[in-house]
């Protein structure tokens, strides 16, 4: 007869995210794990399969979150800044120093992992396609002028929210942080 899960298997992946959002992969053990999911070791081999495996579904779980948090009603211009605002909000939160799991993978292994880089690569398009989306609906509406160059002007964009990002772990300081905001959106207004 099978055992029955005797915990909340999504309860413990989202220990799992927090703890390699703080540590990252190489930095997080698997004891740290056990220990942070509340759960035994067989029980996360069981579940989830190996370290690497419950990393990919660790990063997937926040992946989706930050694609929800892109789901915007809002008018383009404003759609954008929001992103920004709560990029700053978040970087100087007590727990910003963590930064942003993206960008932090893409930082850490990416690079040692054929199939995480493709997974970072698409995160990443998919918030320059949220910025290029955003710029281009607001030329259509004329929020924007349409002299700006949408790709150009996504791309750097992204830049500025992996720059934002990355800064916010060692120096999360409002003013530092909004000044890269407020240059980042300088060109759409």
């Given at each position: 007869?099978?055992?029955?899960?005797?915990?909340?298997?999504?309860?413990?992946?989202?220990?799992?995210?927090?703890?390699?959002?703080?540590?990252?992969?190489?930095?997080?053990?698997?004891?740290?794990?056990?220990?942070?999911?509340?759960?035994?070791?067989?029980?996360?081999?069981?579940?989830?399969?190996?370290?690497?495996?419950?990393?990919?579904?660790?990063?997937?779980?926040?992946?989706?979150?930050?694609?929800?948090?892109m789901d915007s009603k809002a008018p383009p211009t404003q759609a954008i800044?929001?992103?920004?605002?709560?990029?700053?909000?978040?970087?100087?939160?007590?727990?910003?120093?963590?930064?942003?799991?993206?960008?932090?993978?893409?930082?850490?292994?990416?690079?040692?992992?054929?199939?995480?880089?493709?997974?970072?690569?698409?995160?990443?398009?998919?918030i320059e396609t949220f910025f290029f989306d955003n710029i281009e609906a607001?030329?259509?509406?004329?929020?924007?002028?349409?002299?700006?160059?949408?790709?150009?002007?996504?791309?750097?964009?992204?830049?500025?929210?992996?720059?934002?990002?990355?800064?916010?772990?060692?120096?999360?300081?409002?003013?530092?942080?909004?000044?890269?905001?407020?240059?980042?959106?300088?060109?759409?207004?």
């Open positions: 007869m099978a055992r029955t899960k005797e915990f909340d298997i999504e309860q413990a992946l989202e220990r799992a995210m927090t703890a390699f959002w703080s540590h990252g992969f190489a930095g997080t053990s698997v004891h740290d794990l056990v220990e942070a999911m509340q759960i035994q070791r067989g029980s996360l081999y069981g579940t989830f399969g190996d370290k690497r495996t419950l990393f990919r579904l660790a990063y997937e779980r926040y992946d989706e979150r930050r694609q929800k948090g800044r929001a992103w920004f605002a709560r990029l700053v909000d978040e970087g100087c939160a007590e727990n910003g120093t963590r930064g942003c799991f993206i960008v932090n993978t893409a930082l850490e292994l990416e690079m040692h992992d054929d199939a995480m880089r493709e997974t970072v690569a698409k995160s990443l398009q998919s607001g030329q259509r509406d004329g929020s924007i002028n349409t002299g700006v160059d949408a790709r150009k002007t996504a791309q750097s964009m992204l830049s500025s929210v992996i720059g934002l990002r990355v800064l916010s772990r060692s120096r999360p300081e409002r003013p530092l942080l909004q000044n890269i905001a407020d240059s980042a959106i300088s060109p759409i207004l």
